[in-house]
């Protein structure tokens, strides 16, 4: 009996075993438990490309099980225990790794890559888990599984077998038995306790099922309440980027369509969303913050109308905002791969909210900004109003834009980008002086936090730091950028009267041909220079390469014109429409101007200074026929036909009758006249108290030019000057006058020479009287009446012996070796234009008579040298 008992219990025992039935969910988190064992295989081995398919796998995993993981509140632990020992494991290896690199051990080019891709992907990855890492280091106790749990109680209840067993071995073996008989016995008090004992179990199974139930619920009603992020963030990260990318795509669709309210319908729902998007990273703020600022540049309107400045300073605003999250976005790149050039060959060029795109567009953005605002100042006509100054005062704005984003590019490192950008900061610098920059950097950090102040100090020397932005410019190879960031340069040079570097400048770089192939635009930026650089001459005292650079500019009263400060109305002139469109599109802002009243004024006092001295010259010597000013000699003709001379109106005026003042010697009352000129005011923006020096310096110029016309003028009339005496009526000091008239001996403007004390000028009376010049100019047109009458009687002959010898008729004499009539170097068509050939050569001769060509004032000079012309002896004959 009792070993069928025994047997029987055995065999029950077989029998019992019955097959386990899985769900599907426990099947899922079976695998994920292996994966995660694999996973970890591959971390002790330092597997980076398999560790990046087994984390993958086990996101992919959770993504099946998302209904299971919503209705437990939050992913498995074992998973959050996996991609925490993961997430540690990838720092130490960093850590690691770094430590190798300062050693200068690296790893090999594939396994890097790998790590760093793993790297990111673990980042990007346990952001969304990471409430639950968070909890897990706080409370690693709470992560313990169930199984663990499991193991742990059976190890013990496995402990409490084996000492009963060995208490058993001990007893009889009938004992052993009968224990065993009693075992299928049941008794009244078994049956009760077993009853009582399942009452108890399902009692508590019930109130178990029942507080899982309730936390279930209160964790759902929780979500549905008021976590909708949370809801989102368990989501995919991809899945959730895509909605909110199609979202604001569909929003964005709505521009330019009938009924369209940018406020309520665009800009309130793009608001909405970016609560969202950061939620997600730089990137989609920046996607939406994009689409934001191209809406409200829908509203530029035409060419001629500029955007509201309202609507100008929300868009600065979405901009501005654009610039720190461009930053994090690039700072997040560039930590993730850990090269910039890794970075830029990972992004995906074509994805909308890539990081390269998204920097374009806002260069872009800021470009269309600068734009619009030069435009609003280009287009308003009251430029003394209100609205002007306000629409001015947004420019200080602009400048802090530009400057953060030339920061940007330099830490960046893109040249493009970054000449783009110095480009329009040297068009918004260089035609100011220091002095109103320097203020607007001193106004700037007011409104600027703390960290940001240092950025906002005016340089001591700017013109390097004009240099620095023009490299930055050049470093992009585009032609034109590049023609202006020199121009604007030389514009700043001259303006600090820096000439001999700006003049260098544009002849080094040959600016002068490049300009006029250049767009209409350089070209008059080249005239700026231009005028720039004649005024920085005139500021210097060089009058003549002041008056060559003013000319061009001044010259046929174009000014207006080629310095796009206005429109020029010519009365044979007439325009199209889209001529004077074109014209109206290329004029400059007010506050960009040149006076040109300061141009044309500083033009003509030097014309003056160059025109008097030689129009005195000319009068003893007629062969000079130098003209330097068409326009002063006009004026001055016109100021002598007038039969009543007024005092002058105009600054023109002033300068005339200084000239005629100037040609009298009378240099007090010269300047006198220009005393009152508002060009002292103006001729320094930088430094204006130094418009009393200019004026100190052109009253010596005008005290040294009198004394050479008064020279000029009136040596005829004297032999001997006292230096003495020219001190006194020139009130200039002897070094100055002794230098003047030392110059003007060597030049041979005059023909004079010091005498052994150095002081007496004594003059030599070489020049003829007014009655000679008179006999000079009857001897030249009659010589030229004799010629044209010998044309005319060869044209009626058909012979030509007064040209070719050879052609001559017979009988007639020739000489110079047969080589013609008049003898070898003749030149009829020289002799038509005034006899300015070669002359007609020795023994030359027409008939008995012989025509003199040079009876002029040079044979009355070499007379005078021999001692041999009566009247004009000055007592001194030539060694």
């Not at 004992?175 to 399902?202: G, Q």
């Not at 910039?340 to 795109?357: I, N, Q, V």
């Not at 930055?472 to 960031?485: E, I, N, P």
């Not at 002081?759 to 000079?776: C, D, G, M, N």
Request: glycine share 6%; proline share 3%.
């Amino acid at each position: 009996m009792a070993r069928w008992a025994e047997a029987s219990s055995s065999e029950d025992e077989g029998v019992t075993q019955r097959r386990v039935v899985r769900s599907h969910t426990d099947k899922k988190n079976e695998q994920m438990l292996e994966q995660i064992k694999v996973m970890k295989n591959h971390m002790k081995i330092d597997d980076f490309a398999n560790t990046i398919t087994d984390y993958e796998t086990l996101l992919k995993m959770l993504d099946k099980l998302r209904t299971q993981v919503e209705a437990d509140g939050g992913p498995p632990k074992q998973f959050v225990k996996a991609i925490a020992a993961l997430e540690d494991y990838v720092e130490k290896t960093h850590e690691k790794i770094q430590e190798k690199k300062s050693k200068g051990e690296k790893l090999p080019e594939n396994k890097a890559k790998a790590f760093n891709t793993l790297r990111s992907k673990v980042k990007k990855g346990n952001k969304n888990y990471q409430d639950d890492l968070s909890q897990l280091r706080a409370n690693p106790e709470d992560f313990q599984s169930e199984e663990e749990q499991m193991d742990s109680a059976s190890e013990a209840a496995s402990d409490g077998a084996a000492s009963d067993a060995s208490s058993s071995e001990e007893g009889d073996e009938d004992l052993v038995r009968e224990r065993k008989m009693l075992r299928w016995l049941i008794t009244p008090e078994k049956l009760a306790e077993r009853e009582k004992k399942a009452e108890v179990a399902k009692a508590k199974e019930a109130e178990n099922k029942e507080k899982d139930q309730a936390k279930r619920a209160r964790k759902k009603d929780k979500a549905e309440e008021g976590q909708k992020g949370a809801a989102h963030q368990r989501k995919g990260v991809a899945e959730l980027r895509l909605e909110l990318t199609t979202k604001v795509t569909e929003i964005a669709q709505q521009r330019g369509r009938r009924g369209f309210d940018r406020k309520a319908a665009y800009m309130e729902k793009l608001q909405k969303l970016l609560v969202h998007a950061a939620k997600h990273g730089p990137l989609e703020q920046l996607y939406i913050y994009a689409s934001m600022v191209s809406a409200d540049f829908d509203n530029t309107g035409s060419a001629f109308a500029a955007m509201k400045i309202e609507m100008w300073n929300e868009a600065l605003q979405k901009v501005n905002k654009m610039l720190p999250l461009l930053i994090e976005s690039y700072n997040l790149m560039k930590s993730n791969t850990g090269d910039d050039k890794a970075a830029a060959g990972e992004t995906d060029l074509e994805d909308p909210k890539s990081h390269p795109r998204l920097q374009d567009l806002f260069l872009s953005f800021v470009e269309k900004l600068d734009d619009e605002l030069y435009k609003a100042l280009q287009f308003n006509s009251d430029v003394y109003g209100s609205e002007y100054h306000e629409i001015l005062g947004n420019s200080s704005k602009c400048l802090v834009l530009l400057n953060r984003t030339l920061r940007y590019f330099e830490e960046v490192q893109e040249p493009q980008q970054l000449g783009s950008i110095a480009a329009r900061l040297m068009e918004q610098l260089y035609y100011k002086p220091d002095t109103l920059n320097q203020r607007v950097y001193e106004a700037i950090p007011h409104t600027m936090p703390d960290e940001s102040k240092a950025h906002w100090v005016w340089p001591d020397d700017s013109k390097a730091y004009m240099g620095k932005l023009c490299h930055y410019v050049w470093a992009t190879g585009d032609v034109r950028l590049r023609r202006r960031a020199c121009l604007c340069q030389a514009y700043h040079l001259a303006l600090h009267d820096c000439f001999q570097p700006a003049r260098d400048l544009l002849h080094l770089g040959n600016f002068q041909e490049q300009a006029a192939e250049s767009d209409v635009h350089t070209q008059i930026l080249y005239n700026r220079v231009i005028g720039q650089i004649g005024l920085s001459a005139f500021r210097l005292g060089k009058i003549t390469e002041a008056h060559n650079c003013l000319m061009d500019v001044c010259q046929y009263n174009k000014g207006r014109e080629l310095l796009a400060q206005g429109l020029s109305y010519a009365k044979n002139m007439e325009r199209s429409q889209e001529q004077e469109r074109a014209e109206r599109q290329r004029q400059l802002p007010y506050h960009m101007h040149i006076n040109l009243e300061v141009l044309e004024s500083a033009q003509h006092i030097c014309a003056m200074l160059l025109e008097v001295p030689n129009m005195a010259m000319q009068a003893i010597d007629p062969s000079n026929k130098r003209v330097i000013s068409k326009v002063l000699r006009r004026a001055l003709e016109a100021y002598d036909k007038q039969q009543y001379t007024g005092p002058p109106e105009t600054a023109k005026d002033s300068v005339v009758a200084a000239a005629k003042d100037l040609q009298r010697g009378d240099w007090a009352k010269a300047c006198a006249q220009l005393e009152g000129l508002q060009l002292w005011h103006h001729i320094d923006t930088n430094h204006p108290e130094n418009g009393e020096k200019v004026k100190a310096m052109i009253t010596e110029k005008m005290k040294v030019e009198a004394l050479r016309t008064y020279l000029f003028s009136y040596a005829s009339i004297y032999d001997a000057f006292h230096l003495d005496q020219l001190v006194q009526m020139f009130s200039l000091d002897e070094r100055t006058v002794h230098s003047t008239i030392s110059k003007m001996m060597i030049k041979e403007e005059i023909t004079a020479f010091w005498d052994e004390s150095s002081k007496y000028v004594l003059v030599q009376h070489v020049e003829p009287t007014p009655l000679q010049r008179l006999a000079i100019t009857l001897a030249e047109r009659a010589v030229q009446a004799v010629e044209n009458n010998e044309r005319l009687v060869d044209l009626k002959s058909g012979g030509f012996a007064f040209k070719d010898g050879a052609r001559a008729q017979p009988g007639l004499a020739t000489e110079a070796k047969g080589k013609g009539r008049l003898g070898k170097g003749f030149d009829m068509k020289a002799d038509m234009k005034g006899a300015k050939g070669k002359g007609r050569g020795k023994g030359s001769s027409f008939g008995s008579s012989t025509v003199r060509r040079a009876a002029g004032w040079e044979n009355a000079r070499a007379g005078a040298l021999r001692g041999t012309q009566r009247g004009w002896s000055t007592g001194i004959r030539a060694a």
